[in-house]
């Protein structure tokens, strides 16, 4: 009966053993998992921080990029302005050219000079034609060649004139076309009437 108490006791003490050691583990594991899960809050919180900074930094970017549209405006303002005066400078040279070459016919030149009228009234009735065949015109060719032409005789007339800078600009924008749309001939129309009030 001895023996079986023994037997008992050492069963039990093993037993206790055994769970105590199952209960380490179980605690060491526990321990493992509550250090992996507060490292990984860690990492996360500064990937936060880091992602936090960044936004920061680009929102910074933007408020400085928004700050420069202005000044990007007024370089795109300046530049229509020089490439009009450019244009202005082309003319007057060319027109300093002509009249240093012509500078041994100044009798054609006071005949010329008595003429003004007629010659307004020529390029007046040449846009008033091109005003009123617009409409039957498709191909932008034929509209180019006779902007070109008048935008000739306005200098030859008047040499620098800010129109002929305008009527350039309009060229420019016929020569990218194929064929005419309606809202480009309304247009060249409505441009007509403020060339010739402006001529």
């Keep these: 009966m001895v023996d079986k ?7 039990t003490v093993k037993f206790i053993k055994e769970a ?10 526990l321990e493992k998992f509550g250090l992996d899960i507060i490292t ?11 992602l936090t900074d960044k936004i920061n930094e680009l929102s910074k970017a933007t408020l400085d990029i928004k700050s420069l549209v202005p000044q990007l405006n007024n370089v795109i303002e300046n530049q229509k302005i020089l490439e009009a005066e450019l244009d202005l400078i082309r003319s007057l040279i060319q027109r300093s050219e002509i009249s240093l070459s012509s500078k ?4 054609e030149e006071i005949a010329r000079d008595t003429s003004v009228t007629d010659k307004k009234q020529l390029i007046i009735d040449q846009f008033n034609d091109l005003k009123n065949e617009v409409d039957e015109l498709n191909d932008p060719e034929l509209v180019v060649e006779r902007l070109d032409n008048i935008k000739e005789d306005i200098f030859i007339f008047k040499g620098g004139h ?3 800078y305008e009527i350039s600009q309009f060229v420019k924008k016929l020569n990218g076309l194929e064929t005419i749309p309606d809202d480009i001939k309304e247009s060249v129309k409505e441009k007509i009437v403020f060339w010739i009030n402006k001529l």
């Design 5 to 11: 108490n023994n037997l008992e006791k050492e069963d």
């Design 20 to 29: 105590n050691e199952k209960i380490d583990k179980f605690a060491s594991i």
């Design 40 to 50: 990984k809050m860690g990492q996360t919180n500064l990937k936060i921080n880091v």
């Design 104 to 107: 041994h016919m100044e009798s």
């Design 162 to 164: 800010r129109i002929l």
